[in-house]
């Protein structure tokens, strides 16, 4: 019984230890993580309402950090149900066969003020491919928020099968935008 | 052929007006017709001209109208019953309802569908409303509804001038014709 709550003392004691280099930040439920594509020569706006963000980071030491971003695909939302319907088809994200996508990331830059860059890699469908995501974090006591957006192609994942690479009605690059509220 | 209308036809800028826009309501038809029948990724073109079309013909409809109010009418036939000038008048009336209404229905149920309107990827229009996906079948609806509205309307509005022309043999069509010679100066 000792040995075990000494264990318990610890291992909190090291859990500790590692929160003060980059701290584990629980996502608040008003976190978003959007995307911007352009349709038929319009911008058309959506969401992923499903995501987890395993955020590991220090402004006062961002090497230590470490972000683990898992999205559920199917909760894609861009406010038109066909639409959704067709985005988590094979042409598309093929749901069923790759559910999630992912982003990791373990090398941390500043960038000056409170701007920092992550160098890390995104994994939609079967690629997985190096991705800088620019972001801004700004800490205020135990609340924090991360927020940022960058720019990729559709096509390099293959988001877009068949005739859906031609980008006459639906445009290669999309916008994707993050803004985490965060609480440790 | 002057510009403007005179008391014997419409000029010219009221009858370009008047054609063009004939013409591409009858292609907003083809194109919907091609929507219907076509794969999504043809649709996204297929209807993106489609509401680009539909905007142009608001503007040219619009121009019209601001045309029409501007300058005088020709003159209708000669001992005209009253009834038959009512009628004409609320016809075109409701035509150019339809042909306002037809465009705006559209967009809203583009915008209801969080699906912005480009015009041919020149600018892209502002939403009437925030994405509202239970409006987009009403809206379906209502859009198929005027197009049925407006196809009666319009083949009252030719029977209308074929019967003028055929039968009354009076110079009614030909004031929106080009280049026809009037029966009476």
């Known amino acids: 019984m000792r040995s075990m709550l000494l264990l318990a003392i610890t291992v909190g004691g090291a859990a500790q230890a590692q929160d003060s280099a980059a701290p584990l930040w629980q996502t608040g439920a008003d976190s978003t993580l959007s995307f911007i594509g352009v349709q038929q020569g319009a911008e058309l706006e959506g969401r992923f309402e499903s995501f987890d963000a395993q955020i590991r980071f220090a402004p006062e030491a961002p090497a230590a950090g470490r972000f683990e971003v898992i999205v559920a695909i199917a909760s894609i939302d861009t406010d038109y149900d066909d639409r959704d319907e067709a985005l988590r088809g094979p042409e598309f994200f093929d749901v069923e066969r790759w559910p999630e996508g992912r982003f990791v990331a373990e090398r941390f830059t500043s960038a000056g003020g409170d701007a920092y860059e992550a160098e890390g890699e995104l994994t939609l469908r079967d690629r997985t491919l190096p991705l800088t995501v620019p972001f801004t974090f700004s800490a205020e006591g135990t609340d924090a928020t991360l927020a940022g957006e960058v720019a990729i192609s559709r096509l390099e994942f293959g988001i877009g099968q068949g005739e859906w690479t031609d980008t006459t009605y639906v445009g290669d690059e999309v916008i994707v935008r993050f803004h985490l509220d965060l609480q440790r | ?185």
């Open chain 2, 1 to 185: 052929m002057q510009l403007g209308n005179t008391r014997t036809g419409y000029g010219l800028v009221a009858q370009s007006l008047h054609w063009i826009v004939a013409g591409l309501v009858v292609y907003q038809f083809v194109l919907a017709q091609r929507a219907e029948a076509a794969s999504l990724f043809q649709q996204l073109g297929i209807l993106g001209r489609h509401k680009s079309i539909g905007l142009t013909i608001f503007a040219l409809a619009a121009l019209r109208l601001a045309w029409n109010l501007a300058s005088s009418r020709p003159d209708p036939p000669e001992h005209e019953p009253r009834y038959r000038l009512i009628l004409a008048r609320a016809t075109h009336a409701v035509l150019y309802a339809l042909i306002f209404l037809l465009p705006v229905s559209g967009w809203i149920m583009s915008a209801a569908a969080n699906t912005p309107v480009s015009y041919f990827g020149w600018f892209t229009l502002p939403n009437p409303v925030s994405p509202r996906q239970e409006w987009v079948e009403p809206l379906q609806a209502v859009h198929g509804a005027l197009f049925a509205t407006l196809t009666a309307i319009v083949i009252i509005h030719s029977a209308a001038a074929l019967y003028h022309h055929f039968v009354l043999k009076d110079d009614v069509l030909r004031h929106m014709l080009p280049g026809l010679r009037r029966r009476k100066s």
